[in-house]
């Protein structure tokens, strides 16, 4: 066989599975001196990567031989303990942020993790608030209500839906057609139960959320890219409590809260990182309530991260 293209479809570790324009997927391993390079990462290729690879018939596999410069990817740490990062996935048109008030409760220092690395990617965010049938009254209710308030303010898209009654699926549907996204979130909020709203031929695997901890428990293992309509894509995450922050210098992560960055400009010191330096405009702001207190209070837990969490990420 002679070399075609492919996009990365599903990594298990050595193996990558390739899907080429034909829509036929090939089991693939990497040329051998394929690891030479991204000395950095964990892992040289990820999901939504487009390579060239050959079909090798003493193998009876395909070689990748070549990765097609990547627009933007999106990485976690490997572990606490090391440098080095993990791909998670590339060449992405949109993030979709998913979460719930209840079952499992969100929490907004989650959702501001996200946005701040897609912010930093230049990728779409996409906020997606499931289960609002659990949400129609009572404290639940008022705190989507809050949330909804808050990030519709800052001009971030919303979406409200829910999987079991089907409400704005469609219209959801619609709105990813055509691209490439990541769905992300914690475990419990349905992400994998909206892909099988989506396209029910996927039939992918969902648990109920824990009667005893509330929260939700794995089930994607593995990053994948699934099909939801022609031409459309959605990648499959599981569920993360933390997403890892790269190359930034601190006084750098208010950049990517909009509502900072408008006012940031006016600080005294132009490494201010906002908590009590004199002439702090963000400081300010915050103190005559122009900058919710959810979202200051998530900015400081992702400043307090950073003394523990040097920065170690490289862009492509």
């Given at each position: ?52 690879f ?25 572990s ?14 949109l ?7 209840v079952?499992p ?16 990617h ?6 997606i608030?499931?289960?609002?049938d ?10 989507l209500q809050?949330?909804a ?13 829910s999987?079991?009654?089907?409400e704005?699926?469609q ?21 994998s139960?909206?892909l ?5 031929s ?12 509330g ?9 994948e ?31 990517f ?17 906002h ?14 309530n ?13 400043i ?11 862009k492509?």
């Amino acid at each position: 066989m002679d070399s075609k293209s492919g996009i990365i479809i599903k990594s298990t570790g050595s193996w990558y599975h390739v899907m080429d324009k034909e829509g036929l997927v090939y089991k693939c391993k990497l040329r051998g001196k394929f690891r030479l390079k991204n000395l950095k990462a964990t892992n040289p290729l990820t999901v939504g990567d487009r390579v060239t690879f050959h079909w090798d018939a003493k193998l009876a596999s395909g070689v990748i031989d070549e990765l097609e410069e990547r627009k933007n990817y999106i990485a976690r740490k490997s572990s606490n303990l090391s440098r080095q990062y993990h791909i998670i996935a590339a060449n992405l048109d949109l993030v979709l942020i998913t979460a719930s008030v209840v079952r499992p409760q969100v929490s907004p220092g989650f959702i501001d993790r996200y946005l701040v690395i897609a912010e930093a990617h230049e990728i779409k965010p996409v906020i997606i608030f499931n289960k609002t049938d659990l949400a129609l009254e009572g404290e639940a209710a008022d705190r989507l209500q809050r949330l909804a308030e808050i990030y519709g303010s800052l001009g971030y898209e919303i979406w409200q839906v829910s999987a079991k009654t089907g409400e704005n699926l469609q219209e959801l549907k619609s709105r990813i057609h055509g691209k490439v996204s990541l769905i992300s979130g914690q475990s419990g909020v349905g992400k994998s139960t909206l892909l099988n709203k989506f396209n029910p031929s996927l039939n992918l695997k969902t648990w109920q959320i824990s009667d005893f901890t509330g929260k939700g428990q794995h089930v994607t293992t593995f990053y994948e890219m699934h099909p939801v309509d022609d031409d459309t894509f959605v990648i499959d995450s599981p569920g993360l409590r933390e997403l890892g922050l790269f190359e930034f210098e601190p006084f750098e992560i208010s950049l990517f809260y909009p509502e900072m960055k408008k006012v940031s400009g006016a600080c005294r010191f132009n490494t201010c990182l906002h908590l009590a330096e004199p002439g702090c405009a963000v400081r300010q702001a915050f103190e005559n309530n122009e900058i919710y207190p959810e979202r200051y209070q998530s900015y400081l837990k992702i400043i307090e991260d950073f003394k523990d969490e040097k920065p170690y990420y490289s862009k492509s």
